[in-house]
């Protein structure tokens, strides 16, 4: 089975300027965009709010959680989907230490993979058949005798 090449992804984890409206958004409401990141992904839209959830009640209750799971789960399994270089380990680092400009760099890589076809709209087009119109000619050789007798 032929296996296609991996491609990287379609901006850098710091591009944030690349696509503003996506910066804002996660700087100023992290969370919403994760959402939203996780249901055009096709994942349940509330599904990054455990990540949050979870690590709160776990560090209420004494014990360290730095992996928040559903950004390292989502990250992997945009990789995967879209054939991007990388490996567990790099999504690992990201979600952990850079876990809100990962979820803007997929959410860029969403837009850029969800991007319509470009529909050119073309304008009807009249043809003119430049042959000549046929003709048969007949010459009289070929025409039957007829006798006339009066």
């Known amino acids: 089975m032929a296996q296609n090449?991996?491609?990287?992804?379609?901006?850098?984890?710091?591009?944030?300027?690349?696509?503003a409206a996506t910066c804002c958004y996660g700087f100023w409401c992290g969370p919403c965009l994760?959402?939203?990141?996780?249901?055009k992904f096709g994942e349940l839209y509330c599904l990054p709010l455990c990540d949050y959830f979870c690590q709160s009640m776990l560090i209420?209750?004494?014990?360290?959680c730095f992996v928040p799971p559903?950004?390292?789960s989502t990250r992997s399994s945009m990789r995967n989907r879209y054939g991007i270089k990388g490996s567990l380990?790099?999504?690992l680092v990201v979600s952990c230490w850079c876990v809100w400009c990962s979820?803007?760099?997929m959410h860029r890589e969403l837009k850029h993979q969800k991007k319509a076809p470009e529909v050119i709209h073309m304008q009807p087009q009249t043809f003119v058949n430049m042959q000549p119109i046929s003709v048969m000619m007949v010459s009289e050789t070929h025409?039957?005798?007829?006798?006339?007798t009066s």
């Open 5 to 19: 090449a991996l491609v990287e992804w379609n901006t850098g984890l710091c591009d944030c300027f690349e696509d």
């Open 34 to 39: 994760a959402c939203s990141v996780s249901s």
């Open 60 to 64: 209420a209750c004494g014990i360290p």
């Open 70 to 72: 559903v950004a390292f």
């Open 89 to 91: 380990c790099k999504d």
């Open 103 to 105: 979820w803007c760099q």
């Open 143 to 148: 025409l039957p005798a007829v006798m006339v």
